[in-house]
């Protein structure tokens, strides 16, 4: 039963349809779904189901909206059953991404818990006569003070929550009355994770479930010319052969057998391929036509000073690379089809594929289950279309399909190369006078919604071509994204050079532009601070205005120790700091490396950081994403780019596309959340990968006393820039 | 190795210590001065050529620091500190003293060296490349690092003895006769890149046998393959296979780079073109077969090589390499066809054993093709049935009691 | 072909060249060893044969019959869980947690010879497993404080 027929059967019909709401805006993603019931539900029985959009994506997050709900209905943690991301049963929130969902779902769980407890005491008062300031909420029930008990299940009746959400709601804030909210409670999934249970749709077992593995084209744009299918065919265990114009997939039995005749078929497979990547992606790019827009500072005349400096970064391809290739299952059966997927997106994602398959959007049930790491746009939704191609060819079996290292490797849409070039003077006093920055980006999008942004669409007999790339707009941004500088910086001018046309498929990686810009704004940042002679957090520091980010860059500065560290040969001190998005959480960091010239190893020896996320509803949840986004950003700065040939991508697998290892890991690394009860919760989980760029690139400046603006510091450039 | 103390002993008594004592010191030089550009850059690609880091960088150690551990098998030597520091590395070293060291194997105080340090060879190195040398290390970042004390039992002064009878001071002499590039190709690997240091074999002395040059020999346990006529590769090399060898560490139809020889070519991947073209058109002039034999060699191993994916083989074999080795590298995750590896070929299962438990994997952060570790997988016998088979995929004779060596390098046999 | 899996005996109906992976995965249902690379160079599928810690995705069940294999599952339970899972639940040393089953895994195998081994021989010892998540200080941490759980420090 889906929640439009919860509703319906409830009684009376009662119209559903979120009317938008004139005037006041509800918070977070109330203001979309304005409905109490669509959050929320409580059972005659007393069980509360609470409804999330958003999906469990490793960051935490069933975990923080339970501890937001349960804190604010009063009830045990364990007394509430969270369903996340499900075409059938929750809240259309788009995608989990841009590290929204504390923002969009924390916020509207939050109201819709609060305004339900209200509810709640207001009907018992009402059948107790008693009135509401003399009742509390607690453990599932309404209590008065002479110790009478109603419990919230008898008090549900008649639709009592299919109420329209109000602007204002009576929390529960005092940080004494709480026991979940503020507290570092431990992550409900972690248990099945390290225990062997079913924690991902990998781990989906379904009666009769069949395995397939999809033979992806040698590069972009390949075309099958032949197949010899027979030999395939015939291997035992094998079920079937799927093929629709260039795209192919065998369906067997058991998953190895699957993999075998996958890899049978690709050597039987004659394609016709295109050579057309590019020799050097920083020259094509700067030639490449773009659509120039000034996000800052329209009538900024360039800068002029006592100094101008400036200054070119570069930033190549890199990988998401979850460490386990996208899978999927699908089921077609009787004209309706039934997909679990790891997907951000469950509602792009079923209409991209109700286009692909030429079916009603009702037809298509699009349930969330885990994936491995998801960092962005990744395979999943390809994947998943895989799965709904195969799936029809072998309707009412189940089909499970995973990617196989070399298909997520070589056709996951990439993190865009970027190229970003900052102009900046420097008056007498030794501050900025004036600032000029440009980037030059692909999208930061390509996510479904359409059909044409699914892998296995391009290849079909009548393909669907992929959609106009579109930027991103402000104040989000997508190649822009925190390309604004947030230091007061005068005659400020950002212009944004989108490039429409993408020699390789890319999309959302974590953090987006922000990664780039901010590692580019930030290395400038301490250029300037060094020929303006001034020490770098001394320098941030006289030009930022923003309390709360002067308060994390003190903070990480002190614990660092920066005013007391003795620099010793090979190695250097750097900072960095930003608000992601200019609207989310405040990042500083600090970090000491070392550096080999001879070999051009680098290493982080210590990392300090400090963080404002707002109200930390989880402390240590907030810890976790922090340490995880320096950490990956340490890989992706140090070791990532993806390599490719004229025709194909040649980063294959982990020998050609070297990532983080032990060895790399810092040796120790602290994270200080700045917690502050009240203030709007705030998205961390992109906030430390920009900053965690720029104090690499500052301490690697230090340490060797020359300057690297091209990613990544590999060993093998290191050795060459750092010796010429 | 008492029989070699033994030996030098009795060598020492019949040479006497005529014509073989120490040297003069040579008084300390200015500390570290300015050098040119040109000539620091290619010191640097000498001292890559030259492999320097290899014995003169502990692992996890500093640059040029010293304090590796080199098994000899008269006891352990430790590479020295190089870099300029003035206490502890060469920064008291004028160009005059380096020079002689490399040429005559003396230190600056006039004291014989252990020949652990290659200054056979070195000492064919001309004035100019020593000069850049030189410069490209009194340019390093000096650090403060004492030599660790040697573990020889055999004095200096027996060194010298030593140096009387297998030593011949001396710069390269170009042989007229060859071309400029096998010259020049002859004077790299003779002279700095000291190739014969592992692929020549030694006497019981330790010196190398001149008259069975690149014969193949032994290094850090390993077997390092001839060069000569008698090279075990089953596709004869040519000059273009090899040049692709040294710079990549691996070539088509020949394997991967392994061992002690993975860090050779991961070094001579830094080394310009011209340079290891020149290296590769003399080794391979030392493989002197007939071109009819050397195609013969290649037809023969191509041809196993063919017949093998047909081959009903072990049962390990089929699960635990088949699945890439059975594809050959044009496929994707494809490997090369077994026949065409080396360590086939050697005298010795040690090379191939060392290679499936410990894999073939890049220097950390650095690109590269990938062969997994096996380690733990396979029980003794496993292995031991598993290189038997292996080697028999390579036409030779089978090796001698593989089970033993199996046993040993799983006691803990480095 | 016989498998001994977690103390259990199984009589499987495998090719012996099917990866141990799959086995476990398909025939024996069980979740945490995990597909990462099929190539030995991740880690994910990591599990024990006979103490010693292997990649399950490239290990054949020819090699392994009659052997004693050990996955995550044969540690403990969510309900009861062993020393190791029980100090990555303290340390909430997870975010998407795919890579955790390797790792845990290859702590155990180092632990299990050596129960009082350093943090720096922990980090030596992971070496071949990859995480993307970020989580590395934290699975560090874990299996440390898994040692000292071993080794009956509570």
């Known amino acids: ?724 | 190795m008492i029989s070699g103390v033994a030996l030098l002993t009795a060598l020492a008594i019949v040479t006497g210590f005529s014509g073989c004592a120490s040297r003069g010191a040579i008084a300390p030089g200015a500390q570290p001065q300015s050098f040119p550009r040109g000539q620091v850059a290619k010191g640097a690609e000498l001292a890559h050529l030259g492999n320097c880091l290899g014995c003169h960088t502990a692992v996890d150690g500093k640059p040029y620091a010293g304090g590796t551990p080199i098994k000899t098998p008269f006891g352990t030597i430790y590479g020295t500190n190089i870099t300029p520091d003035a206490d502890t590395g060469i920064g008291r070293w004028s160009l005059e003293a380096f020079t002689r060291a490399l040429r005559e194997g003396v230190d600056r105080d006039g004291r014989h060296l252990y020949p652990a340090f290659p200054y056979d060879h070195f000492t064919k190195v001309t004035d100019e490349d020593i000069a850049a040398l030189y410069a490209f290390l009194m340019t390093r970042e000096p650090v403060r690092q004492e030599n660790r004390t040697n573990r020889v039992p055999i004095p200096r002064a027996f060194v010298g003895v030593w140096k009387s009878r297998y030593f011949t001071p001396g710069v390269y002499q170009p042989d007229s006769s060859r071309s400029a590039e096998w010259n020049r190709g002859a004077y790299l690997v003779q002279g700095l890149g000291h190739c014969g240091a592992c692929h020549t074999p030694r006497n019981k002395l330790g010196a190398e046998e001149k008259d069975a040059a690149f014969a193949g020999g032994e290094v850090e346990r390993w077997h390092a393959p001839a060069l000569n006529a008698a090279s075990p590769s089953p596709v004869p090399w040519t000059v273009e296979a090899l040049q692709q060898y040294l710079r990549h560490g691996i070539a088509d139809l020949h394997a991967m780079s392994a061992g002690p020889m993975q860090e050779v070519t991961h070094d001579l991947s830094k080394v310009a073109d011209d340079a290891l073209r020149a290296m590769a058109t003399y080794i391979v002039s030392l493989d002197t077969r007939s071109d009819a034999e050397r195609r013969q060699h290649a037809a023969a191993a191509l041809e196993r090589a063919g017949k093998m994916r047909a081959m009903q083989g072990n049962t390990i074999y089929d699960g635990a390499c088949a699945d890439c080795h059975n594809r050959g590298r044009a496929e994707e995750g494809g490997a090369l066809e077994l026949p065409l590896g080396t360590a086939l070929t050697v005298p010795t299962p040690r090379n191939l054993a060392y290679i499936i438990r410990d894999g073939i994997v890049p220097p950390e952060g650095e690109r590269g093709s990938w062969m997994p570790a096996f380690a733990g997988m396979l029980t003794n016998e496993q292995l031991t049935d598993l290189l038997i088979y292996l080697r028999a995929l390579s036409g030779q004779s089978a090796w001698p009691d593989v089970a033993r060596e199996v046993r040993n390098i799983s006691r803990g046999d480095q | 072909m016989k498998l001994d899996v977690n103390g259990r005996a199984h009589e499987v109906d495998a090719d012996p060249a099917t990866p141990l992976l799959y086995v476990l995965r398909e025939d024996l249902k069980l979740n945490a060893a995990k597909f990462g690379c099929g190539l030995g160079q991740c880690g994910a599928c990591t599990v024990l044969a006979d103490g010693e810690a292997i990649f399950s995705c490239i290990t054949p069940l020819s090699v392994v019959q009659g052997r004693r294999i050990t996955t995550l599952e044969g540690l403990g339970t969510a309900e009861k869980p062993g020393p190791m899972q029980r100090a990555f639940i303290e340390l909430q040393a997870a975010q998407c947690g795919y890579c955790i089953p390797g790792m845990m895994m290859r702590a155990q195998a180092l632990l299990e010879h050596k129960p009082a081994a350093s943090e720096a021989e922990i980090r030596a010892a992971l070496q071949p497993n990859l995480c993307r998540c970020g989580t590395h200080m934290r699975i560090v941490r874990a299996a440390v404080r898994a040692g000292e759980l071993m080794r009956g420090k509570s």
């Open chain 1, 1 to 724: 039963m889906n929640r439009r027929e919860f509703i319906a059967t409830g009684g009376a019909l009662i119209v559903s349809f979120a009317l938008p709401v004139w005037g006041q805006k509800l918070p977070g993603a109330l203001d979309k779904e304005p409905l109490l019931d669509a959050w929320l539900r409580v059972g005659a029985d007393g069980r509360i189901t609470v409804f999330t959009g958003k999906a469990e994506l490793g960051q935490g997050i069933k975990t923080a909206i339970l501890q937001i709900a349960a804190e604010q209905l009063a009830v045990d943690m364990n007394a509430i059953e969270l369903v996340t991301a499900d075409t059938a049963l929750t809240p259309n929130e788009g995608y989990t991404a841009g590290s929204n969902s504390m923002k969009d779902s924390g916020t509207a769980v939050l109201h819709a818990a609060a305004q339900a407890r209200e509810i709640l005491i207001a009907e018992a008062a009402k059948r107790l006569g008693v009135p509401a300031g003399e009742l509390s909420a607690q453990a599932g029930e309404v209590r008065t003070r002479d110790g009478r008990r109603v419990a919230y299940g008898a008090l549900v009746q008649n639709e009592l929550l299919h109420v329209r959400a109000a602007p204002q709601s009576k929390l529960i804030a005092r940080i004494a009355d709480r026991k979940y909210m503020g507290k570092p409670v431990a992550r409900v999934d972690i248990p099945a994770k390290v225990t062997g249970g079913a924690a991902y749709v990998h781990d989906l077992r379904l009666p009769d479930m069949v395995h397939a593995r999809v033979v992806r084209p040698p590069s972009y744009g390949a075309k099958l010319k032949s197949v010899e299918m027979e030999p395939v065919a015939k291997m035992a265990g094998v079920l079937k052969i799927v093929r629709d114009g260039s795209f192919l997939a065998v369906v067997a039995a058991r998953e190895w057998i699957a993999v075998q005749a996958m890899r049978a078929l690709r050597t039987h497979a004659q394609w016709e391929e295109t050579r057309k990547l590019p020799r050097d992606v920083y020259a094509t790019l700067a030639q490449l036509p773009s659509q120039d827009s000034v996000i800052a500072g329209a009538d900024a005349q360039p800068p002029q000073g006592a100094r101008l400096l400036q200054a070119e970064y570069r930033r190549p391809y890199q990988l998401h690379g979850a460490i386990g290739p996208a899978c999927a299952v699908a089921r077609y059966e009787n004209g309706a089809l039934t997909i679990w997927t790891h997907s951000q997106g469950v509602y792009p994602l079923r209409g991209a594929i109700s286009e692909l398959m030429s079916m009603a959007p009702e037809r298509v049930h699009c349930i969330h289950l885990e994936g491995s790491g998801c960092y962005g746009h990744n395979a999943a939704d390809d994947v998943a279309a895989d799965a709904a191609l195969v799936a029809r060819a072998v309707p009412g079996t189940p089909v499970r399909v995973q990617w196989m290292r070399e298909d997520e490797h070589a056709w996951e849409p990439y993190g865009p190369a970027m190229i970003t070039k900052v102009r900046a003077a420097l008056d007498a006093s030794g501050n900025v006078a004036g600032w000029q920055y440009d980037v030059w980006s692909n999208t930061h999008s390509s996510r479904p919604g359409k059909a044409g942004e699914l892998a296995a669409a391009w290849s079909l007999e009548r393909p669907f071509p992929p959609s106009p790339p579109r930027p991103i707009p402000q104040p989000e941004g997508g190649g822009d994204r925190n390309a604004i500088p947030l230091y007061k910086f005068p005659a400020t001018r950002v212009t944004h050079h989108f490039i429409p046309e993408m020699p390789l498929r890319v999309s959302a990686l974590r953090a987006l532009g922000g990664y780039m810009n901010v590692f580019s704004i930030e290395s400038f940042v301490d250029e300037l601070a060094g020929a303006a002679k001034a020490d770098p957090v001394a320098f941030r520091l006289r030009q930022l205005d923003d309390p709360r980010a002067r308060d994390v860059i003190r903070f990480a500065a002190e614990r660092f120790g920066w005013d007391a560290y003795k620099k010793q040969n090979g190695r250097g001190r750097g900072f960095a700091f930003a608000r992601y998005k200019n609207l989310a959480a405040y990042c500083a960091l600090a970090m000491e490396v070392e550096v080999q010239r001879e070999t051009g190893e680098l290493r982080v020896l210590r990392v300090v950081a400090a963080v404002d996320s707002g109200e930390a509803v989880n402390p240590d949840g907030i810890r976790n994403q922090i340490e995880g986004g320096i950490l990956q950003s340490l890989s992706w700065t140090t070791f990532e780019a993806v390599m490719y040939n004229d025709a194909r991508i040649t980063s294959r697998d982990w020998g050609t596309y070297p990532i983080l290892r032990f060895s790399h890991v810092p040796l120790a690394m602290e994270v200080h959340v700045i917690d502050r009860p009240g203030e709007h919760f705030l998205g961390t989980g992109e906030a430390a990968q920009g900053p965690a760029a720029g104090a690499l690139a500052n301490a690697l400046a230090h340490a060797s006393g020359v300057r690297v603006r091209e990613l990544p510091f590999s060993p093998r450039r290191l050795r060459v820039t750092l010796n010429a």
